[in-house]
Protein backbone atom coordinates (compact mmCIF):
# COMPACT_ATOMS: atom_id res chain seq x y z
CA UNK A 1 0.00 0.00 0.00
CA UNK A 2 1.71 3.45 -0.90
CA UNK A 3 2.07 6.51 1.15
CA UNK A 4 -0.90 8.20 -0.48
CA UNK A 5 -3.62 5.61 0.21
CA UNK A 6 -2.41 5.09 3.74
CA UNK A 7 -2.86 8.68 3.90
CA UNK A 8 -6.23 8.58 2.92
CA UNK A 9 -6.91 5.73 5.07
CA UNK A 10 -5.86 7.82 7.78
CA UNK A 11 -7.63 10.82 7.21
CA UNK A 12 -10.97 9.22 7.15
CA UNK A 13 -9.92 7.47 10.19
CA UNK A 14 -9.67 10.43 11.97
CA UNK A 15 -13.01 12.11 9.99
CA UNK A 16 -14.80 8.96 11.88
CA UNK A 17 -13.13 9.42 15.05
CA UNK A 18 -13.91 13.14 15.37
CA UNK A 19 -17.14 12.44 14.46
CA UNK A 20 -17.91 9.58 16.88
CA UNK A 21 -16.69 12.51 19.71
CA UNK A 22 -18.87 15.13 18.45
CA UNK A 23 -21.68 12.98 18.53
CA UNK A 24 -20.90 11.97 22.10
CA UNK A 25 -19.88 15.47 23.66
CA UNK A 26 -23.49 16.58 21.59
CA UNK A 27 -25.72 14.20 23.85
CA UNK A 28 -24.25 14.90 27.30
CA UNK A 29 -25.18 18.30 26.25
CA UNK A 30 -28.52 18.31 25.24
CA UNK A 31 -30.09 21.90 23.82
CA UNK A 32 -27.23 23.79 24.42
CA UNK A 33 -25.71 25.64 21.48
CA UNK A 34 -22.22 24.45 19.95
CA UNK A 35 -19.99 27.89 19.62
CA UNK A 36 -16.45 27.90 17.52
CA UNK A 37 -14.32 30.81 18.69
CA UNK A 38 -11.03 32.16 17.47
CA UNK A 39 -9.11 33.75 20.07
CA UNK A 40 -9.30 33.83 23.98
CA UNK A 41 -11.41 37.14 24.72
CA UNK A 42 -13.87 36.13 22.10
CA UNK A 43 -14.43 32.69 24.12
CA UNK A 44 -14.76 34.70 26.87
CA UNK A 45 -17.62 37.37 25.65
CA UNK A 46 -19.39 33.64 24.67
CA UNK A 47 -18.89 31.85 27.50
CA UNK A 48 -20.30 34.79 29.66
CA UNK A 49 -23.12 35.81 28.16
CA UNK A 50 -23.86 31.95 27.13
CA UNK A 51 -23.86 30.65 30.55
CA UNK A 52 -24.72 26.55 30.68
CA UNK A 53 -26.74 26.89 27.45
CA UNK A 54 -23.74 27.14 25.35
CA UNK A 55 -20.34 24.59 24.40
CA UNK A 56 -17.73 26.99 23.35
CA UNK A 57 -14.64 25.25 21.70
CA UNK A 58 -11.75 27.89 21.25
CA UNK A 59 -9.32 26.90 18.27
CA UNK A 60 -6.43 28.95 19.41
CA UNK A 61 -4.07 26.43 21.66
CA UNK A 62 -2.71 28.19 24.66
CA UNK A 63 0.45 30.17 23.92
CA UNK A 64 -0.49 30.26 19.96
CA UNK A 65 0.52 33.29 17.46
CA UNK A 66 -3.27 33.92 16.22
CA UNK A 67 -1.40 35.43 13.29
CA UNK A 68 0.15 32.41 11.83
CA UNK A 69 -2.09 29.29 13.27
CA UNK A 70 -3.94 27.31 11.09
CA UNK A 71 -6.89 24.79 11.65
CA UNK A 72 -6.36 20.80 11.42
CA UNK A 73 -8.63 18.50 9.88
CA UNK A 74 -10.11 18.13 12.99
CA UNK A 75 -10.93 21.77 13.43
CA UNK A 76 -12.48 22.40 10.50
CA UNK A 77 -14.47 19.59 10.65
CA UNK A 78 -15.90 21.04 14.27
CA UNK A 79 -15.97 24.40 12.50
CA UNK A 80 -18.81 23.25 10.11
CA UNK A 81 -20.63 21.22 12.37
CA UNK A 82 -21.14 24.01 14.71
CA UNK A 83 -24.25 26.23 15.74
CA UNK A 84 -22.45 29.27 15.30
CA UNK A 85 -18.49 30.39 14.62
CA UNK A 86 -17.42 33.93 16.42
CA UNK A 87 -14.34 35.60 14.68
CA UNK A 88 -12.58 39.16 15.52
CA UNK A 89 -12.04 39.38 11.61
CA UNK A 90 -10.03 42.02 10.15
CA UNK A 91 -7.35 39.74 9.24
CA UNK A 92 -6.36 38.28 12.74
CA UNK A 93 -7.81 35.04 10.91
CA UNK A 94 -5.94 34.56 8.34
CA UNK A 95 -7.01 30.96 7.57
CA UNK A 96 -10.67 32.00 7.97
CA UNK A 97 -11.02 33.45 4.35
CA UNK A 98 -10.88 30.32 2.34
CA UNK A 99 -13.61 28.37 4.49
CA UNK A 100 -15.49 31.01 5.98
CA UNK A 101 -18.51 30.75 2.86
CA UNK A 102 -18.05 27.29 3.33
CA UNK A 103 -18.84 26.85 6.99
CA UNK A 104 -21.35 29.57 6.16
CA UNK A 105 -22.99 27.20 3.87
CA UNK A 106 -23.27 24.28 6.92
CA UNK A 107 -24.89 24.22 9.62
CA UNK A 108 -24.81 27.04 11.63
CA UNK A 109 -23.58 30.96 10.85
CA UNK A 110 -20.97 32.87 11.25
CA UNK A 111 -20.30 36.66 13.36
CA UNK A 112 -17.78 38.46 12.47
CA UNK A 113 -17.00 41.05 15.07
CA UNK A 114 -15.08 43.43 13.32
CA UNK A 115 -17.31 44.13 10.62
CA UNK A 116 -18.79 47.29 10.48
CA UNK A 117 -16.21 48.49 13.02
CA UNK A 118 -13.74 51.56 12.53
CA UNK A 119 -10.80 50.00 12.65
CA UNK A 120 -7.09 51.31 13.06
CA UNK A 121 -5.36 52.35 9.43
CA UNK A 122 -8.86 50.67 7.62
CA UNK A 123 -10.47 53.02 5.43
CA UNK A 124 -14.27 51.81 5.41
CA UNK A 125 -15.82 48.57 6.53
CA UNK A 126 -13.44 44.69 6.52
CA UNK A 127 -14.30 41.36 6.37
CA UNK A 128 -12.88 38.12 7.29
CA UNK A 129 -12.03 37.23 3.91
CA UNK A 130 -10.58 40.81 2.50
CA UNK A 131 -8.10 43.71 4.59
CA UNK A 132 -6.03 42.08 6.39
CA UNK A 133 -3.10 43.68 6.91
CA UNK A 134 -0.64 41.50 9.25
CA UNK A 135 1.90 40.25 6.33
CA UNK A 136 1.83 44.23 4.82
CA UNK A 137 -0.67 43.81 2.31
CA UNK A 138 -2.89 46.44 3.68
CA UNK A 139 -4.20 48.69 6.79
CA UNK A 140 -6.20 46.95 9.37
CA UNK A 141 -4.97 46.57 12.88
CA UNK A 142 -7.09 43.60 13.82
CA UNK A 143 -6.66 43.82 17.59
CA UNK A 144 -9.41 45.83 18.66
CA UNK A 145 -10.28 43.88 22.06
CA UNK A 146 -8.10 45.98 23.43
CA UNK A 147 -10.81 48.79 23.17
CA UNK A 148 -12.75 47.49 26.13
CA UNK A 149 -16.17 50.17 25.15
CA UNK A 150 -16.09 47.70 21.79
CA UNK A 151 -15.48 44.68 23.70
CA UNK A 152 -19.00 45.60 25.28
CA UNK A 153 -20.28 46.04 22.33
CA UNK A 154 -19.52 42.75 20.97
CA UNK A 155 -21.00 41.56 24.32
CA UNK A 156 -24.21 42.81 22.87
CA UNK A 157 -23.91 41.52 19.58
CA UNK A 158 -23.08 38.06 20.31
CA UNK A 159 -26.36 38.19 22.93
CA UNK A 160 -28.36 39.07 19.62
CA UNK A 161 -26.92 36.73 17.81
CA UNK A 162 -27.47 33.85 20.51
CA UNK A 163 -30.79 34.98 20.97
CA UNK A 164 -31.43 34.96 17.06
CA UNK A 165 -30.20 30.80 17.45
CA UNK A 166 -31.83 30.10 20.58
CA UNK A 167 -34.89 32.44 21.14
CA UNK A 168 -36.03 30.83 24.39
CA UNK A 169 -32.75 31.56 25.95
CA UNK A 170 -33.01 35.72 24.70
CA UNK A 171 -33.72 37.32 28.14
CA UNK A 172 -30.79 34.98 29.88
CA UNK A 173 -28.03 36.08 27.07
CA UNK A 174 -28.79 40.08 27.26
CA UNK A 175 -28.74 39.28 30.90
CA UNK A 176 -25.68 38.04 30.94
CA UNK A 177 -24.03 40.32 28.39
CA UNK A 178 -25.71 43.66 30.54
CA UNK A 179 -23.23 41.93 33.24
CA UNK A 180 -20.16 41.18 31.27
CA UNK A 181 -20.34 44.61 29.31
CA UNK A 182 -21.07 46.82 33.19
CA UNK A 183 -17.59 44.42 33.98
CA UNK A 184 -15.90 46.32 31.23
CA UNK A 185 -17.07 49.14 31.36
CA UNK A 186 -15.60 49.23 35.32
CA UNK A 187 -12.23 48.04 33.59
CA UNK A 188 -12.71 51.00 30.94
CA UNK A 189 -12.88 53.31 34.06
CA UNK A 190 -10.21 52.02 36.11
CA UNK A 191 -7.74 52.30 32.77
CA UNK A 192 -8.68 56.24 32.74
CA UNK A 193 -8.66 56.87 36.09
CA UNK A 194 -5.00 55.21 36.46
CA UNK A 195 -3.14 56.33 33.04
CA UNK A 196 -4.67 60.03 32.89
CA UNK A 197 -1.54 60.35 35.80
CA UNK A 198 0.70 59.16 34.42
CA UNK A 199 4.24 60.65 34.09
CA UNK A 200 4.86 59.30 30.83
CA UNK A 201 2.82 58.84 28.03
CA UNK A 202 5.23 57.44 25.40
CA UNK A 203 4.29 52.73 25.54
CA UNK A 204 7.59 51.82 24.51
CA UNK A 205 6.80 48.47 22.93
CA UNK A 206 9.65 46.00 22.19
CA UNK A 207 7.63 43.80 19.68
CA UNK A 208 4.50 44.10 17.44
CA UNK A 209 2.51 46.99 17.10
CA UNK A 210 -0.38 45.04 19.14
CA UNK A 211 -1.46 47.95 21.41
CA UNK A 212 -2.80 51.25 19.01
CA UNK A 213 -6.32 50.81 20.01
CA UNK A 214 -5.40 50.82 24.06
CA UNK A 215 -3.00 53.83 23.35
CA UNK A 216 -5.39 55.67 21.72
CA UNK A 217 -8.24 55.19 24.17
CA UNK A 218 -6.01 56.31 26.81
CA UNK A 219 -4.08 59.13 25.80
CA UNK A 220 -1.04 57.04 25.19
CA UNK A 221 1.57 56.99 22.41
CA UNK A 222 2.21 53.54 20.62
CA UNK A 223 6.22 53.39 19.65
CA UNK A 224 6.76 49.55 18.40
CA UNK A 225 9.70 47.77 16.53
CA UNK A 226 7.18 46.75 14.12
CA UNK A 227 3.83 47.08 12.81
CA UNK A 228 0.97 45.10 13.77
CA UNK A 229 2.94 40.72 12.51
CA UNK A 230 4.42 39.04 15.23
CA UNK A 231 5.97 37.37 12.87
CA UNK A 232 7.79 40.55 11.67
CA UNK A 233 11.71 41.97 12.70
CA UNK A 234 13.05 45.59 13.19
CA UNK A 235 15.12 46.71 10.93
CA UNK A 236 18.61 47.91 12.72
CA UNK A 237 18.11 51.28 11.90
CA UNK A 238 14.72 51.23 13.54
CA UNK A 239 16.23 49.37 16.49
CA UNK A 240 18.63 52.77 16.77
CA UNK A 241 15.62 55.22 16.61
CA UNK A 242 14.04 53.69 19.26
CA UNK A 243 16.91 53.74 21.78
CA UNK A 244 17.48 57.01 20.71
CA UNK A 245 14.19 58.41 21.56
CA UNK A 246 14.32 56.32 24.87
CA UNK A 247 17.08 58.48 25.42
CA UNK A 248 16.09 61.42 24.41
CA UNK A 249 12.16 60.98 26.30
CA UNK A 250 13.95 59.92 29.29
CA UNK A 251 11.49 56.96 28.91
CA UNK A 252 11.74 54.56 32.06
CA UNK A 253 9.92 51.31 30.91
CA UNK A 254 9.71 48.97 27.59
CA UNK A 255 7.20 46.83 27.63
CA UNK A 256 7.03 43.29 25.81
CA UNK A 257 4.43 40.81 25.08
CA UNK A 258 5.33 37.52 27.09
CA UNK A 259 4.48 35.22 24.93
CA UNK A 260 7.45 36.58 22.21
CA UNK A 261 11.09 36.46 22.65
CA UNK A 262 12.01 39.15 25.73
CA UNK A 263 15.58 39.78 23.51
CA UNK A 264 15.03 42.87 22.00
CA UNK A 265 13.42 44.62 25.35
CA UNK A 266 16.34 43.26 26.66
CA UNK A 267 18.45 44.93 24.29
CA UNK A 268 16.79 48.26 24.85
CA UNK A 269 17.49 48.03 28.32
CA UNK A 270 20.74 47.22 28.65
CA UNK A 271 21.09 50.34 26.24
CA UNK A 272 19.40 52.98 27.89
CA UNK A 273 18.84 51.72 31.60
CA UNK A 274 14.82 51.59 30.85
CA UNK A 275 13.25 49.10 33.06
CA UNK A 276 11.10 45.81 30.97
CA UNK A 277 7.86 45.44 31.93
CA UNK A 278 5.43 42.57 31.19
CA UNK A 279 1.75 42.94 29.08
CA UNK A 280 -0.13 40.66 26.74
CA UNK A 281 -2.91 41.26 23.79
CA UNK A 282 -4.23 38.18 26.06
CA UNK A 283 -5.20 36.53 22.18
CA UNK A 284 -4.46 32.82 24.09
CA UNK A 285 -3.84 32.30 27.84
CA UNK A 286 -0.53 30.21 29.02
CA UNK A 287 -1.06 26.79 30.22
CA UNK A 288 -0.25 28.10 34.09
CA UNK A 289 -2.94 30.83 33.33
CA UNK A 290 -5.82 28.19 32.47
CA UNK A 291 -5.37 26.01 35.47
CA UNK A 292 -5.80 29.14 37.59
CA UNK A 293 -8.19 29.88 35.49
CA UNK A 294 -7.63 33.09 34.52
CA UNK A 295 -9.90 35.42 33.04
CA UNK A 296 -9.29 37.58 30.10
CA UNK A 297 -10.34 41.11 32.26
CA UNK A 298 -7.98 39.65 35.01
CA UNK A 299 -5.04 40.05 32.47
CA UNK A 300 -5.84 43.20 31.60
CA UNK A 301 -6.17 44.38 34.75
CA UNK A 302 -2.35 42.85 34.79
CA UNK A 303 -1.58 44.92 31.94
CA UNK A 304 -2.89 47.96 33.86
CA UNK A 305 -0.52 47.30 37.11
CA UNK A 306 2.21 46.93 34.66
CA UNK A 307 1.72 50.05 33.00
CA UNK A 308 0.89 51.99 35.97
CA UNK A 309 4.88 51.17 37.23
CA UNK A 310 6.10 51.66 34.14
CA UNK A 311 4.89 55.11 33.17
CA UNK A 312 4.72 56.56 36.99
CA UNK A 313 1.27 56.95 37.28
CA UNK A 314 -0.08 58.63 40.24
CA UNK A 315 -1.27 55.41 43.18
CA UNK A 316 -1.44 51.68 42.66
CA UNK A 317 -3.59 49.70 40.09
CA UNK A 318 -5.01 47.23 41.66
CA UNK A 319 -6.86 44.03 41.18
CA UNK A 320 -10.53 44.52 42.38
CA UNK A 321 -11.07 41.43 44.63
CA UNK A 322 -13.93 40.40 42.40
CA UNK A 323 -11.62 39.66 39.70
CA UNK A 324 -9.33 37.93 41.23
CA UNK A 325 -10.50 34.36 40.81
Known sequence: MNRAVMRFFAIVCIVFVFFGLYSAEGATA?????????????????????????????LLPPGSDPHSWEPKISDMLCLEQADLVVLIGA??????????NK???????????????????????????????HHGHGWADPHIWLDFKWDAEAT?????????????GAGFYEENARRYAKALEALDTSYRRTLSSCEQKTLVVAGHAAFGYLAEAYGLRQVAL?????DASPSPKKMADVIELVKKEGVKAIFFDDTVNDSLGKAISRETGAQCFVITPGASLKKNDIVDKTTFIKLMYRNLAALSR???????AKIPPEKQS
Open 226 to 230: YGISP
Open 310 to 316: GLGCKGS
Open 91 to 100: GLEPWAGGIV
Open 156 to 168: MRIAKKLADLDPA
Open 103 to 133: VRSGRGGVLVLAEGSDLKGWRGRTSEVEGHD
Open 30 to 58: EGRLAVVTSIFPVSEMVRAVGGDRVDVRQ
